[in-house]
């Protein structure tokens, strides 16, 4: 059974940093390009970051310049770095596989920017 497990979140002012992670059991950790979701209060969930096996990394545009994803094959985690945050921002965040798996969702963490 997938479990990934999301931490991290947290209460920050406009222009504060967060360290988002998510460890991952269950699967194949480095076989899997990964990817970070969020979803706003009373909007869809749409993709943040994803990171491919080789490392390779991909941004939507409005987090390019401010977040940075990574993953660590050995600790089977994956990593969502936010600086600059913006009120924009504030969302709930999930990890799941690239593209996702809808099995694998969990109860992501909830990130708040406060202006």
């Known amino acids: 059974q997938v479990q990934l497990v999301e931490s991290g979140g947290g209460l920050v002012q406009a222009g504060g940093s967060l360290r988002l992670s998510c460890a991952a059991s269950g699967l194949i950790f480095s076989r899997n390009a990964m990817g970070w979701y969020r979803q706003a209060p009373g909007k869809q969930r749409e993709l943040v970051a994803t990171?491919?096996?080789?490392?390779?990394?991909n941004y939507e545009d409005s987090v390019k310049g401010r977040f940075t994803i990574s993953r660590d094959n050995a600790r089977n985690t994956v990593y969502l770095q936010m600086n600059s945050l913006k009120s924009e921002d504030t969302a709930v965040y999930y990890c799941?596989?690239?593209?996702?798996?809808?099995?694998?969702w969990g109860k992501g963490t909830l990130v708040t920017v406060s202006s």
């Open positions: 990171i491919t096996r080789g490392g390779k990394t």
């Open positions: 799941n596989t690239s593209p996702p798996a809808e099995d694998y």
